[in-house]
Structures are given as C-alpha cells and as structure tokens.
C-alpha cells in the first residue's frame, strides 16, 4: 500500500479504540456496493466480510477484491504477519469452526438480547481471537474507520463484547419479496451464507422466516443505541444513493464531501482490498446505482402472499407495506 493512502487517518476513535462499522443485512441487499461506497472515502478501509478470513482468505487461500491472493495482497499480508501463527492455514480453519459453533443460528437468540449473557469460553475464546484481527488491520491500514460487511447480526454482536471495538452497526433493509425472490433463484456467490451454509436456495417461507428472525433480532438488540445504529434500505440506497450515503457519513463522523459521487447516482469506487463477499467487490471505477425491481415482474402471486403473511409485520415497522394494509 502506498505511504499516503490513509494519510487522512486518525487511526483509532478519540479514545484510543478500534472503530468499526458493521453492515448487518440478509444478503443480497448492496451490502458488498456500499461497503465499497464508503471505502473510497479517504481513511476508510473497507475489509470486506471480515468473517469469512480465517476460512477463505487463510485456510482455503481465496482471493483479495484486488485479484490477488489473500495472502499474496500487500495488505493481507502484513496483516497476516501480524497474526502470527494464528493465520497458519491448520490453525485459521480451527478458529473458524469454533467461529461457526458460536454463530450457529439456534445460538442466534442468545446474542441478539437486549441484555447480552456473560461469555461462555468457546464465546470468549472467539472474541479474544477476532481483536487481533482487527488491530492488525487497523494497524496496517491507519484507517479512521473499517467497514466489515460480515453482515450476520450475531457477529456483530460478538463485536460488540469486544471492550477494544467501538462498534457502528448499520442495518441494512430489504423488501422481503425482492429477497425472497432473488433466494429462490439461487446464485452461484455464496450470498445465503450465515442463514445455512447447506442451502443455496432458499424457499420463500424458509427466507422470510430468516428475514423476519435476522432483521426482529437486530433491531432489538441494537436500536436502542441510536448513536451506534443506523437503518437505511437498500431501496432508498439505489433510488438516492448520495443522499442515503451522506446520512451514513454524518452518523459515524465521515466528511459527507469526502464520499467518491460525481453526481446523485454515480460514484468512482477505488480498488480496494475486500477479503470475501460478493463477486462484485472487485475492479474500480464508476458505479451507477440502480433498482433491481426485476422481482416486481417476475415473482409469483403465492410467493408474494407467502412473504408478505410472514412478514407482515415487521414489513409494516420498516416501511414496507403501508400501515393499513
Ligand atoms: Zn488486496
């Protein structure tokens, strides 16, 4: 990495700790576009679905958003260094079981109270073995801010016991009949991953059941810290795009001048070093934001009833159904 690329940053919060942003959100909803958005802001480093490193970017020995390998990347690399042999490939893929035992889905209530449960020793285990990972990246890149787009909510959660971390979590919505939709199409990019890694489509019953449990959750655990928590749709990021992203940036202390647009729905992204995620997260250049809407058409009448009877609720709280309907 260039000397002066994260010449703007602060390196860490006011008070010495690690500030991330964690883009929580079900898949399929721009997490991995608006992780990128923000990343192209000076001293913001967008590390991708930080998550997944230990399994694909050290064990399996994926690739970095900057096509080459992980560990071949200038960044990951001197990260890696600093990990010691934690990163060794025997070790990172034993870190990530126990990282998958404490996300098991049926855990998922247990991270996701309002009043988080002490620590059981696998939970902190865990939670001593992501910090280092952070640091390092932190120290490497002396970014203000990293933004890990790992987007399951109990992660975040995990996070969020870590002291060391200041933890922004940025909920991000999508209507779940478009989610529903694009899972029941399946997709060759992993993207249902978190909910069951066995599964790479998903009913839409199985999906809005997920939806409803994935989004409930987070709200309720988090939303009651307004200045750490922040609801945005993935609707209103593709309609208004620089507005959606100037409300991000005011919310966790970023220069909205500093976001990459050249107009109200064009953004140059840089190239950046996105470890995991979707396959957009490489190549840079100008981005157009546009609506997928393609679902609108194209989805069936009883999926849509099915969705919308599951959901209806929380549909109803985030906006999506009118409240009388
Ligand atoms: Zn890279």
Redesign the pocket.
């Known amino acids: 990495m260039r000397d002066d690329e994260f010449s703007m940053g602060r390196a860490t919060a006011d008070d010495g700790r690690i500030r991330v942003l964690h883009i929580t959100g079900t898949g399929r909803s721009g997490s991995t576009l608006l992780a990128r958005l923000l990343g192209s802001v000076p001293g913001v480093f967008a590390a991708g679905e930080v998550r997944f490193l230990w399994e694909r970017g050290l064990a399996a020995g994926g690739r970095?958003?900057?096509r080459?390998a992980v560990r071949e990347?200038?960044?990951?690399a001197a990260v890696i260094e600093r990990l010691g042999p934690a990163a060794d490939p025997e070790q990172a893929a034993a870190f990530h079981d126990r990282l998958r035992v404490v996300l098991r889905l049926r855990r998922a209530g247990r991270w996701l109270r309002r009043r988080p449960l002490p620590l059981s020793a696998v939970e902190r285990t865990v939670a001593d073995g992501l910090l280092p990972a952070y640091r390092s990246i932190q120290d490497v890149t002396s970014a203000e801010l990293i933004v890990d787009s790992s987007k399951l909510p109990n992660y975040a959660a995990v996070l969020d016991t870590i002291p060391q971390i200041d933890l922004y979590v940025l909920h991000l919505l999508r209507d779940p009949r478009a989610a529903a939709w694009s899972w029941m199409r399946g997709s060759a990019s992993g993207a249902v991953e978190g909910y069951d890694e066995e599964m790479d489509r998903l009913s839409s019953a199985k999906s809005s059941i997920l939806w409803a449990v994935w989004n409930g959750l987070t709200a309720r655990r988090f939303e009651c810290r307004p200045e750490r928590y922040l609801r945005v749709r993935y609707e209103d990021v593709m309609t208004s795009p620089r507005e959606a992203a100037e409300q991000i940036a005011r919310w966790v202390g970023l220069d909205p001048a500093s976001l990459p647009f050249v107009d109200d729905h064009e953004a140059l992204l840089v190239d950046g070093?996105v470890v995991a995620g979707n396959p957009n997260r490489m190549g840079a250049g100008s981005v157009q934001f546009t609506l997928d809407r393609r679902w609108e058409d194209a989805m069936r009448g009883r999926d849509r009833a099915t969705v919308t009877a599951i959901t209806a609720p929380l549909m109803r709280r985030f906006g999506y159904l009118r409240k009388s309907a």
């Open positions: 970095c958003g900057c080459l990347c200038p960044v990951w070093h």
